[in-house]
């Protein structure tokens, strides 16, 4: 079994920070891209940032200098350092794990429960 737990969501005033964490634990033998999502209301789940094992980065354009994803591989936990908040950001935050549970086994996705993360005065 493997889970990947998630916190540090909050309510936050515009402009404010929060740093989302998500540890990964179970039967793991590697994990590879490490990722966070987000989906507002009414909306579809979309792309946050993405950070791979050797720690190149990419971001959504409407978090870029924002947003850092950053990753602890001896932990097996991937953060989400949010600085400069806004209302748009206001979302159920998902990360996202691409594990490898057995050497030569295949890769596969697997998603934590989400944190509410909402930036409102």
């Known amino acids: 079994q493997v889970q990947l737990v998630e916190s540090g969501g909050g309510l936050v005033q515009p402009g404010g920070s929060l740093r989302l964490s998500c540890a990964a634990s179970g039967s793991i033998f590697s994990i590879n891209v490490m990722s966070w999502y987000r989906q507002a209301p009414g909306k579809q789940r979309e792309l946050v940032a993405t950070?791979?094992?050797?720690?190149?980065?990419n971001y959504a354009d409407s978090v870029k200098g924002r947003f850092t994803i950053s990753r602890d591989n001896a932990k097996n936990t991937v953060y989400l350092q949010m600085n400069g908040l806004k209302p748009e950001d206001t979302a159920v935050y998902y990360c996202?794990?691409?594990?490898?549970?057995?050497?030569?086994?295949?890769?596969?996705?697997?998603w934590g429960q989400g944190t509410q993360v909402t930036v409102s005065s």
């Open positions: 950070i791979t094992r050797g720690f190149s980065t």
């Open positions: 996202s794990c691409e594990i490898r549970r057995v050497v030569a086994g295949n890769w596969i996705e697997y």
